[in-house]
Protein backbone atom coordinates (compact mmCIF):
# COMPACT_ATOMS: atom_id res chain seq x y z
CA UNK A 1 0.00 0.00 0.00
CA UNK A 2 1.13 3.64 -0.98
CA UNK A 3 0.29 6.74 0.45
CA UNK A 4 0.67 9.28 -2.51
CA UNK A 5 0.73 6.23 -5.64
CA UNK A 6 -2.21 4.74 -6.92
CA UNK A 7 -0.77 1.45 -8.58
CA UNK A 8 -2.67 -0.16 -11.24
CA UNK A 9 -0.36 -3.59 -12.21
CA UNK A 10 -2.20 -5.09 -15.83
CA UNK A 11 -0.03 -7.62 -17.98
CA UNK A 12 2.92 -6.36 -16.69
CA UNK A 13 2.27 -2.90 -17.08
CA UNK A 14 2.27 -0.22 -13.73
CA UNK A 15 0.70 2.25 -14.38
CA UNK A 16 2.02 4.24 -11.30
CA UNK A 17 -0.27 7.65 -10.68
CA UNK A 18 1.01 10.64 -8.32
CA UNK A 19 -2.17 10.90 -6.10
CA UNK A 20 -1.94 14.05 -3.40
CA UNK A 21 -5.03 16.08 -4.68
CA UNK A 22 -4.75 18.54 -2.02
CA UNK A 23 -1.16 20.07 -3.49
CA UNK A 24 -1.69 19.45 -7.16
CA UNK A 25 0.32 16.01 -6.98
CA UNK A 26 3.29 18.11 -5.78
CA UNK A 27 6.23 15.71 -4.96
CA UNK A 28 7.01 15.63 -1.17
CA UNK A 29 9.33 13.34 0.46
CA UNK A 30 7.16 10.56 1.16
CA UNK A 31 6.34 10.34 -2.71
CA UNK A 32 9.77 10.04 -3.61
CA UNK A 33 10.65 7.45 -1.46
CA UNK A 34 7.88 5.90 -2.69
CA UNK A 35 8.82 5.95 -6.41
CA UNK A 36 12.19 4.52 -5.37
CA UNK A 37 10.60 1.18 -3.77
CA UNK A 38 8.71 0.92 -7.15
CA UNK A 39 11.37 1.77 -9.61
CA UNK A 40 13.61 -0.72 -7.26
CA UNK A 41 10.48 -3.62 -7.60
CA UNK A 42 10.64 -2.63 -11.44
CA UNK A 43 14.66 -3.73 -11.30
CA UNK A 44 13.93 -6.57 -9.95
CA UNK A 45 10.72 -7.93 -10.82
CA UNK A 46 10.00 -9.87 -14.05
CA UNK A 47 6.36 -8.99 -13.87
CA UNK A 48 6.98 -5.12 -14.05
CA UNK A 49 7.82 -4.57 -17.91
CA UNK A 50 7.28 -0.95 -17.94
CA UNK A 51 6.10 1.81 -15.89
CA UNK A 52 3.41 4.98 -16.70
CA UNK A 53 3.60 7.58 -14.93
CA UNK A 54 0.84 9.83 -14.53
CA UNK A 55 -1.26 12.46 -11.70
CA UNK A 56 -4.48 11.60 -10.23
CA UNK A 57 -6.83 13.74 -10.89
CA UNK A 58 -7.77 16.52 -13.96
CA UNK A 59 -5.37 19.16 -13.30
CA UNK A 60 -1.70 18.38 -12.44
CA UNK A 61 0.82 15.61 -13.57
CA UNK A 62 2.93 16.78 -10.46
CA UNK A 63 2.97 21.08 -9.76
CA UNK A 64 6.57 20.75 -8.62
CA UNK A 65 8.32 19.79 -5.17
CA UNK A 66 6.53 20.65 -2.47
CA UNK A 67 6.75 23.94 -2.02
CA UNK A 68 5.96 23.76 1.81
CA UNK A 69 8.58 21.09 2.45
CA UNK A 70 11.41 23.00 0.28
CA UNK A 71 10.65 25.84 2.29
CA UNK A 72 11.69 24.28 5.88
CA UNK A 73 15.28 23.37 4.62
CA UNK A 74 18.60 24.49 5.75
CA UNK A 75 21.23 24.68 3.50
CA UNK A 76 22.66 21.04 4.58
CA UNK A 77 19.34 19.41 4.16
CA UNK A 78 18.82 20.92 0.63
CA UNK A 79 21.65 19.41 -0.97
CA UNK A 80 20.86 15.99 0.32
CA UNK A 81 17.48 16.99 -0.62
CA UNK A 82 18.66 17.94 -4.57
CA UNK A 83 20.53 14.45 -4.34
CA UNK A 84 18.10 12.45 -2.87
CA UNK A 85 15.83 13.34 -5.99
CA UNK A 86 18.49 13.21 -8.52
CA UNK A 87 19.29 9.68 -7.25
CA UNK A 88 15.14 8.76 -8.08
CA UNK A 89 15.68 10.65 -11.30
CA UNK A 90 18.68 8.56 -12.33
CA UNK A 91 16.96 5.25 -11.70
CA UNK A 92 13.71 6.32 -13.94
CA UNK A 93 16.22 7.43 -16.35
CA UNK A 94 18.26 4.34 -16.11
CA UNK A 95 15.60 1.73 -15.50
CA UNK A 96 16.52 -1.16 -18.38
CA UNK A 97 12.37 -1.59 -18.80
CA UNK A 98 10.52 1.19 -20.45
CA UNK A 99 9.45 4.30 -18.78
CA UNK A 100 6.97 6.81 -20.21
CA UNK A 101 5.20 9.87 -18.40
CA UNK A 102 1.45 10.30 -19.54
CA UNK A 103 1.21 13.78 -18.78
CA UNK A 104 -1.99 15.17 -17.82
CA UNK A 105 -1.75 18.42 -16.41
CA UNK A 106 0.73 20.84 -15.20
CA UNK A 107 4.24 19.64 -14.85
CA UNK A 108 5.90 21.88 -13.25
CA UNK A 109 9.72 22.13 -11.10
CA UNK A 110 9.64 19.03 -9.80
CA UNK A 111 7.43 17.74 -12.39
CA UNK A 112 9.08 18.93 -15.16
CA UNK A 113 12.11 17.32 -14.27
CA UNK A 114 9.70 13.66 -13.46
CA UNK A 115 8.80 14.09 -17.00
CA UNK A 116 11.93 14.60 -18.70
CA UNK A 117 13.73 11.45 -16.43
CA UNK A 118 11.57 9.09 -18.14
CA UNK A 119 12.56 7.63 -21.48
CA UNK A 120 9.21 9.10 -23.08
CA UNK A 121 6.61 12.20 -22.84
CA UNK A 122 3.25 11.85 -24.10
CA UNK A 123 1.26 15.11 -23.60
CA UNK A 124 -2.43 15.51 -23.57
CA UNK A 125 -3.57 19.05 -24.81
CA UNK A 126 -4.26 20.68 -21.31
CA UNK A 127 -0.60 19.80 -20.20
CA UNK A 128 1.75 22.91 -19.35
CA UNK A 129 5.19 22.51 -18.71
CA UNK A 130 7.63 24.44 -16.71
CA UNK A 131 10.69 25.57 -14.63
CA UNK A 132 9.39 28.32 -12.16
CA UNK A 133 11.90 27.81 -9.59
CA UNK A 134 13.11 31.51 -9.98
CA UNK A 135 9.95 32.50 -9.04
CA UNK A 136 11.08 31.11 -5.84
CA UNK A 137 14.04 32.35 -5.33
CA UNK A 138 15.69 28.68 -6.38
CA UNK A 139 16.56 26.86 -9.59
CA UNK A 140 15.50 23.21 -9.94
CA UNK A 141 17.40 20.87 -8.23
CA UNK A 142 16.27 17.26 -9.62
CA UNK A 143 18.29 17.42 -12.46
CA UNK A 144 16.47 19.72 -14.12
CA UNK A 145 19.36 22.10 -15.21
CA UNK A 146 20.85 19.14 -17.23
CA UNK A 147 17.83 17.27 -18.97
CA UNK A 148 16.19 19.94 -20.13
CA UNK A 149 19.61 21.04 -21.71
CA UNK A 150 19.94 17.74 -23.03
CA UNK A 151 16.20 17.59 -24.69
CA UNK A 152 16.01 21.36 -25.79
CA UNK A 153 19.28 23.00 -26.17
CA UNK A 154 21.24 25.34 -24.24
CA UNK A 155 19.21 28.29 -25.75
CA UNK A 156 15.47 27.62 -25.32
CA UNK A 157 16.68 25.69 -21.61
CA UNK A 158 18.35 28.85 -20.00
CA UNK A 159 15.31 31.32 -21.82
CA UNK A 160 12.99 29.04 -19.91
CA UNK A 161 14.93 28.29 -16.64
CA UNK A 162 15.80 31.99 -16.40
CA UNK A 163 12.14 33.66 -17.15
CA UNK A 164 10.40 30.58 -15.37
CA UNK A 165 8.08 30.87 -18.47
CA UNK A 166 5.04 27.86 -18.31
CA UNK A 167 4.60 26.35 -21.66
CA UNK A 168 2.02 25.01 -22.98
CA UNK A 169 1.79 21.36 -24.99
CA UNK A 170 2.55 22.31 -28.55
CA UNK A 171 5.10 24.20 -27.81
CA UNK A 172 6.74 22.05 -25.89
CA UNK A 173 6.42 19.53 -28.57
CA UNK A 174 7.72 21.99 -31.03
CA UNK A 175 11.30 22.27 -28.92
CA UNK A 176 11.51 18.68 -28.32
CA UNK A 177 10.16 18.41 -24.67
CA UNK A 178 7.58 16.29 -25.57
CA UNK A 179 7.03 13.15 -28.19
CA UNK A 180 3.16 13.73 -28.72
CA UNK A 181 0.73 15.89 -28.21
CA UNK A 182 -3.24 13.94 -27.74
CA UNK A 183 -6.49 15.02 -27.11
CA UNK A 184 -7.18 14.77 -23.12
CA UNK A 185 -9.68 11.69 -23.43
CA UNK A 186 -7.17 9.83 -25.97
CA UNK A 187 -3.66 10.19 -23.32
CA UNK A 188 -3.69 7.00 -21.40
CA UNK A 189 -5.11 4.91 -24.69
CA UNK A 190 -2.01 6.36 -26.95
CA UNK A 191 0.26 5.57 -23.92
CA UNK A 192 -0.49 2.23 -23.39
CA UNK A 193 -0.71 1.20 -27.18
CA UNK A 194 2.95 2.72 -27.46
CA UNK A 195 3.74 0.86 -24.21
CA UNK A 196 2.15 -2.40 -25.34
CA UNK A 197 4.00 -1.80 -28.77
CA UNK A 198 7.58 -1.84 -26.92
CA UNK A 199 7.23 -4.75 -25.01
CA UNK A 200 6.58 -6.72 -28.15
CA UNK A 201 10.23 -5.85 -29.14
CA UNK A 202 12.94 -7.80 -27.41
CA UNK A 203 13.07 -7.03 -24.14
CA UNK A 204 16.84 -7.25 -23.63
CA UNK A 205 17.72 -5.17 -26.88
CA UNK A 206 15.04 -2.31 -25.46
CA UNK A 207 17.15 -1.97 -22.82
CA UNK A 208 21.07 -1.83 -24.57
CA UNK A 209 18.91 0.96 -26.14
CA UNK A 210 18.50 2.89 -22.72
CA UNK A 211 21.67 1.92 -21.78
CA UNK A 212 23.46 2.98 -24.92
CA UNK A 213 21.58 6.61 -25.09
CA UNK A 214 22.19 7.21 -21.21
CA UNK A 215 26.32 6.09 -21.50
CA UNK A 216 26.91 9.32 -24.11
CA UNK A 217 25.63 11.66 -21.28
CA UNK A 218 27.59 9.78 -19.00
CA UNK A 219 30.24 12.84 -18.92
CA UNK A 220 27.75 15.24 -17.30
CA UNK A 221 27.83 14.20 -14.07
CA UNK A 222 29.85 17.42 -12.68
CA UNK A 223 26.53 19.08 -13.94
CA UNK A 224 24.38 17.18 -11.63
CA UNK A 225 26.50 18.18 -8.85
CA UNK A 226 26.74 21.92 -9.68
CA UNK A 227 22.86 21.60 -9.81
CA UNK A 228 23.32 20.35 -6.54
CA UNK A 229 25.65 22.64 -5.06
CA UNK A 230 24.20 25.45 -6.47
CA UNK A 231 20.24 24.29 -5.43
CA UNK A 232 22.01 24.32 -1.80
CA UNK A 233 23.22 27.72 -2.21
CA UNK A 234 20.03 29.64 -3.06
CA UNK A 235 18.32 28.34 -0.05
CA UNK A 236 20.66 29.90 2.32
CA UNK A 237 19.61 33.29 -0.13
CA UNK A 238 17.20 36.01 1.61
CA UNK A 239 15.46 35.38 -1.64
CA UNK A 240 14.72 32.05 -1.13
CA UNK A 241 12.67 32.75 1.90
CA UNK A 242 10.62 35.70 0.57
CA UNK A 243 9.96 33.26 -2.79
CA UNK A 244 8.97 30.49 -1.17
CA UNK A 245 7.05 32.73 1.67
CA UNK A 246 5.67 34.31 -1.05
CA UNK A 247 3.75 31.42 -2.88
CA UNK A 248 2.69 30.13 0.54
CA UNK A 249 1.22 33.27 1.47
CA UNK A 250 -0.11 33.86 -1.98
CA UNK A 251 1.46 37.10 -3.05
CA UNK A 252 3.52 38.59 -5.31
CA UNK A 253 7.73 37.94 -4.21
CA UNK A 254 10.05 41.09 -3.66
CA UNK A 255 13.28 39.94 -4.98
CA UNK A 256 16.21 42.24 -3.03
CA UNK A 257 18.91 40.12 -4.31
CA UNK A 258 20.80 39.93 -0.66
CA UNK A 259 22.75 37.27 0.40
N1 LIG B 1 3.96 22.51 -3.50
C1 LIG B 1 3.05 22.54 -2.51
N2 LIG B 1 1.76 22.85 -2.71
C2 LIG B 1 1.39 23.15 -3.94
C3 LIG B 1 2.28 23.16 -5.03
C4 LIG B 1 3.61 22.81 -4.77
N3 LIG B 1 4.54 22.75 -5.74
N4 LIG B 1 1.61 23.53 -6.15
C5 LIG B 1 0.33 23.75 -5.77
N5 LIG B 1 0.21 23.52 -4.45
C6 LIG B 1 -1.01 23.65 -3.64
C7 LIG B 1 -1.37 25.12 -3.44
O1 LIG B 1 -0.64 25.66 -2.34
C8 LIG B 1 -2.84 25.02 -3.17
O2 LIG B 1 -3.03 24.62 -1.83
P1 LIG B 1 -4.14 25.37 -0.88
O3 LIG B 1 -5.45 25.01 -1.56
O4 LIG B 1 -3.94 24.72 0.45
O5 LIG B 1 -3.84 26.82 -0.95
C9 LIG B 1 -3.30 23.86 -4.05
O6 LIG B 1 -2.11 23.11 -4.36
C10 LIG B 1 -3.90 24.30 -5.37
O7 LIG B 1 -2.98 25.18 -6.00
P2 LIG B 1 -3.40 26.65 -6.51
O8 LIG B 1 -2.14 27.45 -6.64
O9 LIG B 1 -4.50 27.20 -5.69
O10 LIG B 1 -3.96 26.26 -7.97
P3 LIG B 1 -4.02 27.18 -9.25
O11 LIG B 1 -4.84 26.46 -10.25
O12 LIG B 1 -4.39 28.57 -8.89
O13 LIG B 1 -2.50 27.23 -9.78
C11 LIG B 1 -0.35 26.29 -10.36
C12 LIG B 1 -1.88 26.07 -10.25
C13 LIG B 1 0.29 24.96 -10.71
C14 LIG B 1 -0.03 27.33 -11.45
C15 LIG B 1 0.17 26.82 -8.99
O14 LIG B 1 -0.30 25.95 -7.97
C16 LIG B 1 1.66 26.90 -8.89
O15 LIG B 1 2.26 27.82 -9.40
N6 LIG B 1 2.29 25.93 -8.19
C17 LIG B 1 3.68 25.93 -7.94
C18 LIG B 1 4.48 25.57 -9.15
C19 LIG B 1 5.95 25.63 -8.85
O16 LIG B 1 6.51 26.69 -8.59
N7 LIG B 1 6.61 24.47 -8.89
C20 LIG B 1 8.02 24.38 -8.65
C21 LIG B 1 8.27 24.06 -7.23
S1 LIG B 1 10.00 23.91 -6.89
Not at 170 to 178: D, P, R, T
Amino acid sequence: MMENLTIDHTDGILTVSITRPEALNALNLKTLSELIVILQQTYEQADHRGIILTGAGEKAFVAGADIKELSALTQEQAYSFAQNGQRLFKLIEDCPKPVIAAVNGYALGGGCELAMACHIRIASENAKFGQPEVNLGIIPGYGGTQRLTQLVGRGKALELMMTGDTIDAQEAKAIGLVNHVVPKADLMTFTGDMMRRILTKGPFAVSQVIKSVNAGFGFAQAGYEAEAQNFAACTGNADFVEGTSAFIEKRQPQFKGER
